[in-house]
């Protein structure tokens, strides 16, 4: 094993491919607003600069680890140095922290505390830039921007969009659209990734609270509320509770206190679709039309393939997705009772996703004229908003969702994965019910978190061809190496997030390596801990299926094409 | 031309090439380079032509049809150098030069010289009296060393011809059929040419690390983005001598095995850009770039690529973003260029001035090119020199020239008899050298050891009269406009920096701000991304370490020396000199000046803005700059 020493210590030298990671081994938290090790090394910020035995200065992030060096990550020098750049960065921000919807959150901010930035010696002589509020799902605030170009390098290579790039030169750089164009004129499809990277609140998601709390108020409301399944695990850690804990119950309890009259589960909703989806494919299976059949859980991804790929929107499901195909159930569930009160069933879904959104506002996502989701909030802004409240969440004890939609199967909970939807479909799909049939298709090739996953799954005499992937630019290669005759799948699931649902763009931040695993577990262990395992069993399906769905499928469960 | 299949073939056409310029009576060789074409010798080389009888569109043809009636060839050519006496004809084999030359004295240059063979005496280049006919005699010519641009201003620019007949590709040939790869490259290596674009890196060693490359798809690059202000080498020799850069680009694939190249040049050189493409097509034609170059199985093929003028697409890593079509923005290394440049593959990237010195060193050896310069800068070293100098112009002398002998024997001396204050070096990367620096040697590490840098060579001469602060803060202003804004020391730093400068000329400065300046400074050199942005600041440190008590000056005293600072200065009348003549006050363009006839006058402060016409106008110099 061959060493380098960093600050005294020696560290050995494994696979790193930089002198950063090293240092993090080693226990040190090197500051750096540009470096993310999923992306390409951009090297801008110069926060993770560091000193070798002979004086030499270098950004840890771009330099090879090389045996037998020397190197300091805080000597008097460099810690005078990050200081000046994080003045720098200052002198060219807006500093309204106070009253910033980052505040508390920012790395900025944190680490201006952290390197003991106590004064600002330069003014902010920036021209203030216009805000950008045109997406339904994001916030584009150019005056919080510190051009790190996390958000850029996020958007071209991860999602393969480049929605947003650099413009202008000296201290004018922005990141904007191209030629200064509003977010809502461009590719982008809403996924909130650029938002996750954001250090500060330059990129940030586009909040409803407002809506949520005016709709409990208002007593002629019947205000519903649906959690998907990532959810769950990821918003107790913010209250204490350990990374990727499934909090449902308290979550479910902290809604009742709010004011909220009925709380449902959308794993519900996933059932739904992993029955009319299994349809579907069957469907297709038998006639060979628009094979592969791509999924359509993700906003995201169906955006993504009406803007880059249209040729493909008819492989698309035209089921709805989860969300939106319980959306309507509720509201016809309601819809006597309502007319009998005087009220109004108002749909709030709580989402780990930003591009839910803009979903809700699609015209084939209502049934007829109606919205059939009325608002979206994100985790992030649940979590804020029991916050606002003052519960204390951490101590609350578990309640159940209301009757009649609060048991799933296991199959739908893990739709918050990615490989999730293809699994509850399989197992929906096959003839075998037992454990072994499970273990069977958990270990087909479809978990993990490899961006591309392929696997061949046997039931009777057809052997059907799936691929997995997540990230919309493991989704365009895929695309492209199909339309060049070198793939051939019968189903493909698509999750625009890396990881799927669980890191979406709603999730609360910072998303490190550690709480990627946690709630990757966590979500797996909802299923494992489910008493039912198929959607197929679940026990309520069949009586809401009779009394409101059945001749109306493709109304309420369907997009209207 | 017919494409050239052997060696053979080469030799032959560069015969007739030769015989073709030989058998010329009188060759008229009008400038037509930037400076002189914008002076009108477009309208001179016309005018010439018509007079001579030739026709300006003609194609040169070999043979007994070739033979002008009268033996006469008039050419356009590159840069001279002389700028200061533009437009330039020189005329052979007499070797007159003609300064300041307009389309009227084309009749007398034609009776007199063309058909007479005597010189037309009036305009003829004359100093201290001493009339020089001769071009090779003119202080300015003497002392320099022309290697590389010894074919500028000497030779037509738009025909290939006219290079074959002056050595044009013949160091390609001997590489070609006499040298392995290894060896061309030993013979820089041993040469140690040093890269002529700033760094000064080892040109030999880059060849060789791009060589031993596993990956086989490899790329010649050249950087013609030249873009510090006051600086036109490359483009002179891109714009009178292409095919010598052309020439030593092959000779770089050559020795690396790469088959395509690339030619990055500002857009902003649009003769330069011309030029390149008329030589590009024609070595083409000649099967000099192209498949099976000669019949010696190397191909090589060469495009140009407009840059859209950004000063950072200068850096290695910028321009091979930029010709990729990526935003110009230099990338963190390693890798460095020689293993992942352009498109991600091993490239040589060097200046043109750098490719321009590689055929001579092939044709006469490392040790031929050892006796030039200094023992670890060899070779000359081309420099434009601008400013408050007489001879403002392109020279090129050994490197370890002192900076003297350039200003003084070769530039003619300070404008207006003013004495020097310093020089800045380098262009916006560079520094400042003073008085006290007038013999150091011009090689790379004097300078570095200076605090300054070659640079690509760039020489702005200031004299007495010129602001430090302000020259500081001009060059500060050029760096923050020209900053790629990727990484914050470079971005926001030297924002911050010119923020200061501004307050400091504008008697808003504090001494607090002096001291940010000076840690601002040092802290963009230690850790900005890039080249551009670890020099950025040099300007302001080397001015502010030579130059203290000015900066000073302007903080607590709020006074300019040099009245160039406008906030700081104020116009006073002294009333014992003034005797009320009243010029000030119809001169000055605000009406800030008043008084009665006879009596003195005197200026409103509150309305003066400075501009300095009631002074320059005073017939009894009574009005004084403070």
């Known amino acids: 094993m061959e060493y380098m020493t960093i600050d005294g210590i020696k560290v050995p030298i494994e696979d790193e491919k930089n002198i950063l990671s090293l240092i993090r081994k080693a226990g040190i938290d090197i500051p750096t607003f540009c470096y993310h090790s999923d992306l390409s090394i951009y090297g801008a910020c110069r926060m993770c600069m560091v000193e070798d035995d002979r004086g030499r200065m270098f950004a840890s992030c771009s330099e090879q680890p090389r045996p037998g060096m020397v190197i300091h990550t805080n000597t ?261 009772k309502d007319k009998e009160e005087g009220k109004e069933t108002y749909n709030v879904a709580i989402m780990p996703c930003t591009a839910k959104k803009a979903e809700i506002l699609r015209t084939d996502n209502c049934t007829g004229d109606r919205q059939d989701t009325d608002i979206v909030i994100t985790t992030q802004e649940i979590i804020r908003m029991i916050r606002q409240v003052g519960i204390k969440f951490e101590n609350l004890e578990s309640e159940a969702c209301d009757m009649p939609f609060s048991m799933a199967s296991g199959g739908a909970s893990i739709f918050g994965i990615t490989g999730g939807v293809t699994e509850a479909v399989l197992r929906y799909m096959s003839p075998e019910k037992d454990h072994t049939a499970i273990e069977n298709i958990k270990y087909s090739g479809i978990r993990g978190k490899a961006g591309f996953k392929e696997a061949s799954v046997t039931f009777g005499d057809r052997t059907l061809n799936i691929a997995v992937v997540h990230g919309l630019k493991n989704a365009s290669d895929l695309i492209e190496d199909i339309k060049a005759g070198k793939a051939h799948y019968d189903f493909v699931e698509v999750m625009a997030c890396r990881r799927g649902c669980i890191l979406g763009g709603g999730q609360p931040v910072p998303m490190g390596p550690a709480t990627r695993t946690a709630r990757m577990d966590g979500i797996y262990q909802v299923d494992q801990l489910s008493s039912i395992r198929y959607t197929d069993e679940n026990p309520l399906i069949d009586h809401i299926w009779n009394d409101i769905i059945k001749g109306r499928e493709h109304e309420l469960l369907h997009r209207n094409m | ?155 037509g620019a738009e025909h290939i011809e006219e290079s074959l007949a002056f050595d044009g590709y013949k160091a390609l040939e001997k590489a070609l059929f006499e040298m392995t790869p290894d060896e061309v490259i030993d013979v820089i290596y041993d040469s140690n040419l040093r890269g002529r674009g700033g760094g000064g890196f080892q040109t030999g060693y880059k060849w060789k690390q791009v060589a031993r490359q596993a990956e086989t798809t490899r790329y010649i690059v050249c950087n013609g983005d030249e873009g510090d202000p006051g600086a036109f080498m490359d483009r002179s020799v891109m714009e009178g001598d292409p095919h010598k850069m052309i020439e030593g680009m092959l000779i770089a694939a050559y020795a690396v095995s790469a088959h395509e190249g690339y030619i990055y040049v500002r857009a902003e050189y649009p003769l330069a850009v011309s030029r390149l493409k008329i030589a590009i097509a024609q070595a083409e034609d000649a099967g000099l770039i192209g498949d099976d170059i000669l019949g010696s199985g190397f191909s090589f093929r060469l495009h140009i690529n407009k840059g859209a003028g950004a000063f950072v697409c200068g850096e290695g890593s910028a321009l091979t973003a930029s010709i990729e079509g990526e935003r110009g923005m230099p990338r963190t290394k390693p890798p460095r260029t020689v293993e992942q440049g352009l498109f991600g593959k091993p490239t040589v990237l060097n200046n043109v001035e750098t490719y321009a010195n590689v055929p001579m060193i092939i044709m006469n050896g490392s040790d031929w090119y050892h006796t030039i310069g200094t023992e670890k800068s060899p070779g000359t070293k081309a420099f434009a020199v601008t400013g408050s100098i007489n001879n403002t112009g392109l020279i090129e002398v050994p490197m370890g020239t002192t900076l003297r002998e350039i200003i003084y024997d070769i530039g003619g001396g300070i404008k207006g008899g003013k004495n020097f204050k310093a020089v800045q070096i380098g262009g916006p990367s560079g520094g400042c050298l003073i008085s006290s620096d007038l013999d150091v040697p011009l090689d790379f590490d004097s300078l570095k050891a200076k605090g300054a840098m070659i640079g690509s060579g760039g020489l702005v001469i200031m004299d007495e009269d010129t602001c430090m602060v302000e020259v500081a803060r001009f060059f500060m202003n050029f760096t923050q406009n020209e900053s790629c804004g990727k990484c914050v020391p470079c971005r926001e730093g030297t924002m911050r920096m010119l923020e200061i400068l501004e307050d400091i000329v504008g008697g808003r400065g504090t001494m607090e701000q002096l001291d940010l300046l000076e840690e601002l400074g040092l802290a963009i050199t230690d850790t900005a991304l890039c080249g551009l942005g670890k020099s950025a600041a040099l300007p302001v440190l080397s001015t502010l370490r030579v130059f203290r008590d000015e900066y000073e000056e302007h903080v607590k005293e709020k006074k300019c020396r040099t009245g160039t600072c406008k906030a700081l200065s104020s116009f006073t009348i002294s009333p014992d000199l003034c005797k009320g003549c009243s010029k000030c006050a119809r001169n000055c363009p605000v009406g800030a000046i008043s008084g009665e006839l006879k009596s003195p006058f005197t200026i409103d402060q509150s309305k003066c803005i400075k501009c300095g016409a009631c002074a320059d106008n005073c017939p009894f110099g009574a009005i004084s700059r403070g």
Not at chain 1, 154 to 164: M, P, R
Not at chain 1, 215 to 243: H, M, N, S, T
Not at chain 1, 300 to 321: D, G, L
């Open chain 1, 76 to 336: 008097k020098k460099l810690q005078q140095y990050r200081k000046l750049i994080i003045e720098l960065l200052l002198s060219a921000h807006c500093r309204d922290c106070t009253t910033c919807t980052k505040n508390g959150m920012c790395e900025l901010q944190s680490l201006a505390y952290r390197v003991g930035v106590h004064a600002v010696r330069f003014t902010n002589n920036k021209e203030e830039l216009p805000i950008d509020m045109s997406s339904n799902c994001i916030v584009r605030d150019p005056n919080k921007c510190i051009l790190c170009g996390d958000c850029v390098r996020t958007c071209s290579e991860n999602q393969g969009i480049g929605a947003i790039d650099f413009a202008h030169r000296g201290s004018k750089m922005q990141i904007t659209p191209a030629f200064g164009a509003n977010l809502c004129d461009t590719d982008c499809v809403g996924c909130g990734q650029c938002a996750v990277v954001c250090p500060t609140a330059a990129i940030s998601i586009r909040t409803n609270v407002t809506e949520v709390w005016d709709a409990i108020e208002d007593p002629k409301k019947r205000v519903v509320a649906q959690i998907a399944p990532a959810v769950r695990i990821a918003v107790g850690d913010k209250f204490g509770l350990p990374k990727g804990v499934n909090a449902m119950g308290k979550l479910v309890k902290a809604l009742r206190i709010m004011g909220f009259d009925e709380v449902y589960d959308t794993n519900f909703g996933a059932d739904l679709t992993v029955m009319e989806e299994s349809k579907e494919f069957a469907e297709r299976l038998k006639s060979g039309e628009n094979l592969p059949l791509f999924t359509s859980c993700c906003p995201a991804w169906v955006k993504f393939c009406e803007n880059r790929y249209p040729e493909f929107t008819k492989n698309i499901s035209t089921c709805r997705s989860p969300m939106s195909m319980f959306s309507p159930v509720i509201k016809e569930y309601f819809a006597e």
């Open chain 2, 1 to 155: 031309m017919n494409r050239l299949k052997s060696r053979e073939d080469l030799s032959e056409v560069r015969r007739l090439s030769e015989e073709r310029v030989e058998g010329m009576r009188c060759r008229i060789l009008i400038c037509a380079g930037t400076g002189c074409l914008a002076g009108g010798s477009q309208k001179i080389y016309e005018k010439m032509c018509s007079l001579c009888g030739n026709d300006p569109d003609a194609e040169i043809v070999f043979g007994p049809e070739a033979a002008h009636k009268d033996g006469i060839d008039v050419e356009k050519s590159g840069c001279h150098g002389f700028c200061e006496m533009g437009p330039l004809v020189r005329i052979e084999p007499y070797n007159y030069l003609y300064i300041k030359v307009k389309p009227e004295d084309c009749d007398e240059i034609y009776n007199t010289t063309v058909l007479n063979g005597k010189p037309v005496e009036r305009l003829l280049y004359s100093m201290n009296g001493v009339t020089y006919p001769a071009q090779e005699e003119i202080p300015f010519y003497a002392k320099q060393m022309r290697l590389v641009l010894k074919n500028c201003g000497h030779i």
